[in-house]
């Protein structure tokens, strides 16, 4: 538990106060350090408790989820642009460079049994296997740029046809969404953006949205993608297999070493990782049915250990890049897992699955305060690199991710809280309340 609102998130919530009225501009610093600084789980009992000095009961945590005048995606979006705005005044862009753009859904599974709107019902994979479970399914992109620092973009929700119907919204297909994202989002005239996605994606609609703002976009072939001939007709040849069946002693070798790539950067390894990845790939331009001319790229593994299972990992991805050699579309392509990692880290550590609720619109405000959260980390962390003098300690937070963030910024704000009671000692009356406080949060956790 923490006594008072540490400064820094004061600081950021500064950044897009235009946005807030004179009550969320109270609520949202508090329920922001809220959700960094709670220790457990980040269900309303424990976001209510974790500042002692402005403890709330948990029904008006709820309610303030459950406002529909709080229109929380606008003034996340808000809060992003005030980042990239900042990020962008200190020079950081100041030559062509390139940023990838990760797109993928993320599930957050429910209990079979509860009533909640919007979910998806997972059918059993096998008989007698238990309840079968429900999910919310949000389509997300992560931008991550040039010196790696990610920023979410505003999250999409996808909503079943049975919700669409119910509240009269316009259904769009996960595809679709994908689609807007990448129609919507803002990057400086100096940025070349590289779009990445797994296989689900691929198509027309994926095809279509990256061409029309010039993106390159890298993801898996469909397994049933054929080939198209001179007049757009449908061939018999599958792409797939026709990878497979290529002559592998015309291969290149590309081998990468750990913090020697041209995105190492981007890749934010802790620890001491010191083995090389080897690939033997091959690429050739033909014309795909659906999408015309475009480069595919036919990519094997060699046999490990750790891979027993399968003895050459096979991948066939296609892309729209003319310019681009084999190595760097495959270098581009490894950064899509950053995304799954951002995904582990939100449910891990941000509370992403935490709530409880029933009320599916107050769940995406929840989801839309995770998000600020994890912006505001990474906020934090370029705070941190413009303050740090030592070049050992540089290195450390390049490569910093969210868990120990999180550690810097609590241990930041425990410091903080020190320094609150040391000022409260002078007042009689203000140590009074502190104390006070504090026994009441025990007695409640006690209680719990």
């Known amino acids: ?16 106060a235009s946005s807030l009225d004179k009550r969320k501009s109270v609520v949202f ?7 960094l600084l ?3 789980p980040k ?4 976001l209510s408790r974790t500042i002692v000095t402005y ?17 929380s995606r606008n003034i996340y979006e808000d809060a992003m642009n005030a980042v990239m705005d900042q990020f962008l005044e200190h020079g950081h862009v100041v030559k062509p460079v390139v940023w990838i753009l990760a797109i993928d859904g993320v599930c957050s599974k429910r209990g079979g049994f509860a009533k909640i709107d919007n979910a998806i019902k997972y059918r059993k994979k096998r008989k007698n296997a238990g309840p079968t479970t429900k999910a919310h399914t949000f389509i997300q992109g992560l931008l991550i740029t040039h010196t790696g620092m990610r920023i979410p973009l505003p999250r999409r929700t996808y909503y079943t046809r049975k919700y669409c119907r119910q509240h009269k919204k316009k259904y769009m297909k996960m595809t679709q969404l994908a689609a807007l994202i990448i129609a919507t989002v803002k990057v400086p005239p100096l940025v070349r953006i590289v779009v990445v996605a797994d296989e689900f994606f691929e198509g027309t609609i994926m095809d279509k949205a990256c061409n029309d703002r010039e993106y390159i976009y890298i993801v898996p072939i469909d397994k049933r993608r054929c080939g198209e001939d001179q007049y757009g007709k449908r061939t018999a040849l599958n792409l797939h297999q026709h990878g497979k069946s290529l002559n592998r002693t015309k291969l290149k070798k590309i081998v990468f070493k750990p913090y020697q790539e041209r995105t190492a950067l981007l890749r934010r390894r802790t620890g001491d990782d010191k083995k090389q990845r080897v690939y033997f790939a091959i690429s050739e331009v033909l014309r795909i ?15 490990t250990k750790s891979r027993r299972w399968k003895s050459n990992w096979f991948k066939a991805f296609v892309s729209n890049a003319k310019d681009c050699d084999v190595a760097t579309l495959i270098e581009y392509y490894e950064l899509r897992w950053q995304i ?18 029933g009320n599916f619109a107050a769940y995406e405000r929840f989801v839309d305060m995770v998000l600020l959260a994890y912006l505001f980390l990474e906020w934090f962390r370029v705070q941190l690199l413009e303050e740090c003098k030592r070049k050992k300690d540089l290195g450390k937070l390049q490569s910093t991710r969210t868990r120990s963030l999180l550690h810097y910024f609590q241990n930041e704000a425990d410091v903080a809280s020190v320094h609150y009671i040391t000022e409260c000692g002078k007042k009689p009356e203000a140590l009074r309340v502190v104390l006070a406080a504090i026994n009441k949060s025990r007695k409640t956790a006690l209680n719990m």
């Not at 538990?1 to 897009?16: H, I």
Request: hydrophobic share 40%.
């Open 29 to 35: 610093p508090l329920l922001l350090s809220c959700l």
């Open 55 to 71: 403890e709330r009961n948990r029904a008006s945590v709820s309610k303030f989820f459950c406002r529909q005048r709080l229109h």
């Open 1 to 16: 538990m923490n006594l008072a609102v540490p400064y820094r998130v004061q600081t950021f919530v500064g950044l897009f």
């Open 289 to 303: 049915s659906g999408l015309g001319e475009r480069t595919i790229v036919y990519s094997w593994k060699p046999h």
């Open 38 to 40: 709670c220790r457990g």
């Open 340 to 357: 799954e990692i951002f995904f582990r880290e939100l449910k891990s550590f941000m509370g992403l699955v935490d709530f409880t609720g």
């Open 43 to 46: 269900s309303y009992a424990g």
